[in-house]
Structure formats: structure tokens, C-alpha cells
């Protein structure tokens, strides 16, 4: 049996007859600076698994686990320890550490510059972006007999004292203990997450199963880090809302499969999920639907009990703080100028009043395409500041440099037919309503350039004004409907993150046939998701560059609740996170046997983490939903 490590290392040797070491009531955790979030992250959930105390102390004290963060000193130094230093990282948005990190250091940022993606083949940082075929396909770890993931053979290209990235960590085990070395605090905390795989399934628990259990893990290296800075999954909890813990279960979740970014759908027109002090409405009515559509928007079911839910503005905090904990990065998503119905129901001033009654419009109660639009007004503009300042407060520019404006899927019916959205058109000479959503996107772009933070919104804000340099430098684009809004900003010197929803949807079905619950779009399979590829081929290098990363989105109109999140979302974020982290090879070079293999433990792991997942074999029975309509489509999904 051949599990290994998911997402898989850049590299992992095992020198022949190196043994083992075993953690037990002696081992202490030695944490240099910069270290001790990822001590107090070891001892409450692997110390939780194991029983064991995982005390502080030095190897003087007993075996240890060593953790120590490698400053830089210069190209071709070596770091502290007789380990190279960072050299060449990118920067994105954290400075290579001229000294040891704080203490205090959450994640890495992905950058409040633009064009922060380097060059993507230094194997010295593996924190850079790959080329779009991808470098060759990284070492996979076996599985010693009843003690865990183990590493595999040697790996010949794996330099022998590689400089480290903020987020790579070189993971070294002997006969006497472990020396984890991160490149940043980010790194020492991912290479815990590789130190619990390799302890094996029952370090995912909360408790131990056997308090006489051996803790073994087999000796050898792994020197590890991520392909892309952007490694996300959005999350909506707008249509139906996920409460607090649960949320933070996603973070745990996210931070086991070494995801960094949680996007945060925060509003929509089924519901808006975020206090707004000077707003209260926003959440008293806009928190709250009196029913649900049951099934896709064509269903004639209803589930006729009221449903909301929102987040303190402690909560948010509680969120952000608990995120930052993990090296994860929390992006509040508030859509306009479409999307907005429930924001318009708590303020009916805030729509095309001059078209419809607003007063007579609720929070919407099924899904789709809602022509209720806000209004090109600057009460509207302003109302909106007011919303965003709170936001840019809960959500701090250190951890969370992005703000996403929405911008997509904004219908132009009521304002071709408002005589104030023309009046504005001819005001600001912008054209057409097409014209006038560019202007509405602009507006923030500089509102929150001017504070320090970057605009990205969804593959519609290039429409209207890209090439003409409507959007500043800064602005990042979320390239939904394909790729090519995608390559179109990247060729424009925007960032871009690629999640195609042909792609890397998860409220598409995993496979054909009725079993399915709610079957809506395509067929993605967990083979599909892993053959995935962020950058498209033929992309140029300096336009590459500009891909951040990539993000899995899970849209909830049909999960409604935790257990449904769970059945669609894993286990294809596990190959989702593989694409995003490891250096794989051009999708059909993929070793996919390799990574179903590995994922036989990794089921074992989403067991012990008490996950829904969907099982290979197809849904339990209580995982279906007979009888409710979807909306599959059929056939392969068009490469757009």
C-alpha cells in the first residue's frame, strides 16, 4: 500500500536503512523565532491526536522536534543551522527575512503590488508559479507498515541545501528527531501539515484511539513548496448561510490540504451575511428570506422554512484572526452593482427607483439571474463607501490585501429603461450601460486604491474599458466564465486567478446518472478536477506571470447545508490543492493511478476529520436526494 502525501512534495528521499523516529512522553518541541504559532498549532491538534504533551524544551531536554525559520544573507549565503537562506524569492507581498520572523506573522500575503509572480523554474524557490506544462512531476512518499506516509526513493534533481520561499519548508527526520525549516513562519506551519500525514491517519482525530499507539515516522527529507501564492476556494455563504464554527472547520479543512486563500461570498440577492453598523437594515432584513427554492431555479419545490443567518462583526474578526492563525487569507467578497436585491429590499433606495417600486421587492427566494440592479447614483456610491470602510476595518490590509467587488452578472434592462442611468451615461460620456458598469467598477478600484488595497472582481469588469486603462495597475481579475477573461488581463498586465466553472466548480456533479443529488452542470470528476491546468498553453512568459494562482468556487443554491458542502467539495479539493501546490506535469502526462493510490489514505484522513465526502463508489444512500430537480448539462465542457 502506497498512499503518500497529498498535495504531493517537490521532493522526498529516504536514505536506505535510516530507521525511524518515534514521538512519545519525552519529546519536546524546540521553536526557534518566528516559530511559535506553529508550536502552538502542533501541540493543541497533533498533541490533541496523539495524547502526547509535546512540552517546550531543547534536544537537551529529550528527542525533539525542532522548528526553525532560515533568514536570507545574501545570494549564495547559508542560514542559520548551515541551511541556505531564501535567495531570488518573489515577492509576494512578504520581504524575504533579513531576520528571523515575528512571532506574530500570519500568512503571506499575495502581494499589494502587481506582476508579483517571478520566474517560475527557480528550483531554489519553490514559491514561484510553473510554467504552464508544469515542471516534472514531483517525488511521491510510500507507506511504511503501521506507521504512517512514508517518502519515497531518492530524487536526483533535488538540490541539496535548496533556498527556501516563505512558504517551502524542508522537513528532515532521523533516528533522534525532526527539524522542520521554514522559509517563513507560512513554510514551518505547511511542513507540520506534511508531519501529520506522515504520522498517519489517527492524527487527524481530536482524541487519541489508543493511548498505548506507537507514533512513528520514517526517517528522510522532504524539501517542499508551493507552485502558486493564490491556492483558494471560495466559499458562498450567501445562498445559504454556513454558521461561524462551521466556517472555521473550513479553515482547518483548507489548512490540511495547504490552501491559502478562503474567498468569502459574502452577499448576494438571497441574503447579505455581514454586520454593517451604519447600515443595521442590511442584516435585520436583508439577513433573511422567508422561504428557499428546493433544487435548481426550474424545481416546483419549495422549502418553505425561513432561512439567514449573518456574521458579527466579532465574528468576522474571530474568522479573519483564526484564518491568519493557519497562514490563510481571508477575501470579503460584496457584489454590485448586480447580485444586490437583498441589500436593495433593507434599502429600497439603493435601486432603480425611477423603474420599479423597490418598496415592494424582498430578499429573493430562488436563484439565477436577478434583474434588480443598483442604481448609477451617488447615494448609492456612498452608501457602498460607507459599507467597504467597515469592511477594509474587519479585514486588515496585512492579511487581507484583496477586496472583491463582484461585478459579474449584472442584467442592463432597468437601466436603459431609468431616465437617471442615461442622464448619467450622457453625463460621464461613458457610452452605453455597458459604459456605465465600467465607470461603477473604476469608482472602487480607485476608492480602495487610495486605501491601500487591490480591487478583484469577476472576468465582467474587463468589459468597458480594460484596454483603454480604465482599472488601475493594481485591479486583479477572477477569470470565471473560461479562460480567457483571464488571458485577456494577463496579456494586459492585470493578475489574474484562473477558476473556470468548467473546470473547478464544485457544485457541478462528480458523475453521471441519478444518483447524483441535485445534479447541476457538468460531469467533473475527481480525475477531471486533477487534470486541471491554471496557466492555458501558449500563454506568453510575461503574461504567465501575472497568474497569481488558481481557486476552487463552491456556490451553495443547492447545498444547504454542511454535510451538502462536504459532498461536493470533497475529495476533489484534495486534487484541486494537488494542482494549486505541487509541480505537476502537463495534465496528460498526470499520473493519475499515482494520485488514487495516495488517495486511499487520504479518505482515511477525511474519515478521522469527520468529512462527507462523496465515497469513489458513488453516494450512501442518505447522500441523495431523489426526486429534486437539477440541471445537468451533458457531454465534455467547452475549453473557453
Not at 501539515?193 to 506507537?214: C, E, N, S, V, Y
Not at 457538468?522 to 494562482?549: I, M, S
Not at 469513489?616 to 441523495?624: D, L, S, T
Amino acid at each position: 500500500m502506497d498512499p503518500g502525501l497529498i498535495p504531493a512534495p517537490l521532493a522526498a528521499e529516504t536514505p536506505a536503512g535510516a530507521g525511524e523516529f518515534v514521538l512519545d512522553e519525552r519529546t519536546v518541541v524546540d521553536a526557534g523565532p518566528g516559530t511559535a504559532g506553529a508550536a502552538r498549532w502542533l501541540r493543541t491538534t497533533i498533541g490533541a491526536a496523539t495524547g502526547l504533551p509535546l512540552a517546550p524544551g531543547t534536544a537537551a531536554d529529550g528527542p525533539a522536534i525542532r522548528l526553525r525559520i532560515a533568514p536570507a544573507t545574501g545570494a549564495g549565503g547559508t542560514a542559520e543551522g548551515g541551511h541556505a537562506g531564501p535567495a531570488g524569492s518573489a515577492d509576494l507581498g512578504s520581504a524575504a527575512h533579513a531576520e528571523p520572523a515575528s512571532e506574530s506573522a500570519g500568512p503571506v500575503p499575495v502581494g499589494l503590488g502587481p506582476g508579483r509572480c517571478a520566474d517560475p523554474g527557480s528550483p531554489g524557490d519553490p514559491a514561484q508559479p510553473a510554467s504552464a506544462s508544469g515542471p516534472a512531476a514531483p517525488a511521491t512518499a510510500a507507506l511504511g507498515p503501521g506507521r504512517g506516509a512514508g517518502l519515497a526513493g531518492p530524487t536526483p534533481s533535488a538540490p541539496a541545501t535548496p533556498a527556501l520561499g516563505p512558504e517551502a519548508y524542508r522537513l528532515t527526520v532521523d533516528r533522534n528527531g525532526v527539524e522542520l525549516v521554514g522559509g517563513g513562519p507560512a513554510g514551518a506551519f505547511w511542513g507540520l501539515q506534511t508531519l501529520r500525514q506522515m504520522l498517519g491517519a489517527a492524527a487527524f482525530r481530536k482524541a487519541p484511539l489508543d493511548r498505548a499507539r506507537r507514533w512513528a515516522v520514517p526517517a528522510g527529507t522532504v524539501t517542499d513548496g508551493p507552485r502558486f501564492p493564490w491556492r483558494g476556494l471560495m466559499l458562498d455563504v450567501a445562498r445559504h448561510f454556513m454558521p461561524k464554527d462551521d466556517v472555521l472547520r473550513q479553515l482547518d479543512l483548507m489548512a490540511a490540504h495547504k490552501l491559502n486563500v478562503l474567498h468569502l461570498h459574502l452577499t448576494d440577492d438571497q441574503g447579505w451575511r455581514i454586520e454593517i453598523k451604519r447600515h443595521p437594515r442590511l442584516t435585520e432584513v436583508g439577513g433573511w428570506r422567508a422561504r428557499s427554492k428546493w433544487g435548481h431555479r426550474a424545481s416546483p419545490l419549495w422549502d418553505e422554512t425561513p432561512h439567514g443567518g449573518y456574521y458579527t462583526q466579532d465574528d468576522i474578526r474571530e474568522i479573519v484572526g483564526y484564518a491568519a492563525d493557519r497562514h490563510i487569507s481571508v477575501v470579503p467578497e460584496i457584489d454590485v452593482p448586480g447580485h444586490s436585491q437583498a441589500a436593495i429590499a433593507a434599502y429600497p433606495e439603493l435601486g432603480n427607483t425611477d423603474v420599479i417600486d423597490t418598496t415592494a421587492l424582498s430578499v429573493w427566494d430562488t436563484w439565477g439571474v436577478n434583474p434588480n440592479v443598483l442604481a448609477p447614483t451617488d447615494t448609492v456610491l456612498r452608501f457602498y463607501e460607507g459599507v467597504f470602510e467597515e469592511v477594509l476595518d474587519l479585514f486588515p490590509a496585512e492579511v487581507s490585501p484583496f477586496v472583491h467587488i463582484g461585478g459579474d452578472e449584472c442584467p442592463k434592462d432597468q437601466w436603459k429603461a431609468s431616465p437617471t442611468a442615461q442622464a448619467r451615461i450622457e453625463e460621464l460620456g461613458v457610452g452605453d450601460e455597458d459604459g456605465l458598469q465600467a465607470w461603477f467598477v473604476r469608482h472602487f478600484d480607485r476608492w480602495l486604491a487610495a486605501r491601500g488595497r487591490r480591487l478583484i472582481g469577476w472576468d465582467e469588469i474587463l468589459e468597458g474599458g480594460l484596454a483603454e486603462g480604465g482599472l488601475t495597475d493594481g485591479a486583479a481579475v477572477s477569470s470565471w466564465r473560461g479562460y480567457a477573461g483571464g488571458i485577456t488581463a494577463a496579456e494586459a498586465g492585470h493578475d489574474v486567478v484562473m477558476c473556470p466553472e468548467q473546470q473547478v466548480y464544485l457544485d457541478h456533479r462528480q458523475a453521471p446518472g441519478e444518483d447524483e443529488p441535485m445534479p447541476i452542470g457538468y460531469v467533473r470528476t475527481l480525475d477531471d478536477v486533477y487534470r486541471f491546468e491554471p496557466v492555458p498553453p501558449g500563454l506568453a512568459p510575461d503574461a504567465a506571470a501575472h497568474v497569481l494562482g488558481t481557486q476552487a468556487n463552491v456556490w451553495t443554491e443547492v447545498m444547504a447545508d454542511r454535510a451538502r458542502v462536504d459532498y461536493q467539495t470533497y475529495p476533489r479539493l484534495a486534487a484541486f490543492a494537488e494542482v494549486a501546490w505541487s509541480r505537476l506535469p502537463a495534465p496528460e502526462e498526470r499520473d493519475q493511478a499515482g494520485f488514487e493510490r495516495r488517495m486511499t489514505a487520504h479518505y482515511a484522513r477525511l474519515d478521522a476529520l469527520g468529512v462527507a465526502y462523496r465515497p469513489p463508489a458513488g453516494p450512501h444512500p442518505w447522500q441523495r436526494r431523489p426526486g429534486v430537480l437539477g440541471r445537468p448539462i451533458e457531454g465534455p465542457p467547452p475549453n473557453v
